[in-house]
């Protein structure tokens, strides 16, 4: 995908190569295919699931039922200037942190604890 998304970078030329063209094959599946966000059912099993790296966090919401864990949503953020800086566990303390305020609303409804 690399190929596809420098050409998304802002002052990148726009070179649409072989490469980029045999890319989408991939993107256009990545789409139409599972996993599909379901709705948010209260009684079930809650997880989430956070990473970062240097530049940016990551966090999935999901929850587990019979037919098995069915995300729910998925959202990233793109470090701050001064986050940059931070330390590989601080940046991980903070996608924590960062999930939490992002779906606490989901998370306080539920009956037992995450």
């Known amino acids: 995908m690399s190929a596809l998304t420098s050409l998304l970078k802002k002052d990148s030329p726009f070179i649409f190569n072989e490469e980029a063209l045999s890319q989408l094959p991939i993107l256009k599946g990545t789409f139409t295919t599972s996993p599909i966000l379901s709705h948010f059912h ?7 699931e956070t990473d970062a790296s ?3 966090l990551g966090a999935v919401l999901s929850q587990v039922n019979d037919a098995g ?4 949503a ?3 953020h793109k470090l701050l200037p001064a986050e940059l800086n931070y330390e590989i566990h601080d940046k991980e303390l903070l996608g924590i942190v960062w999930a939490l305020k992002l779906w606490g609303a ?4 539920l ?3 995450f």
Do not use: C, E, G, R
């Open 42 to 48: 209260p009684p079930l099993q809650t997880i989430v």
């Open 54 to 56: 240097d530049y940016a």
């Open 69 to 72: 864990k069915n995300p729910i």
């Open 74 to 76: 998925f959202d990233s």
């Open 106 to 109: 989901f998370l306080l409804a």
């Open 111 to 113: 009956s037992d604890s």
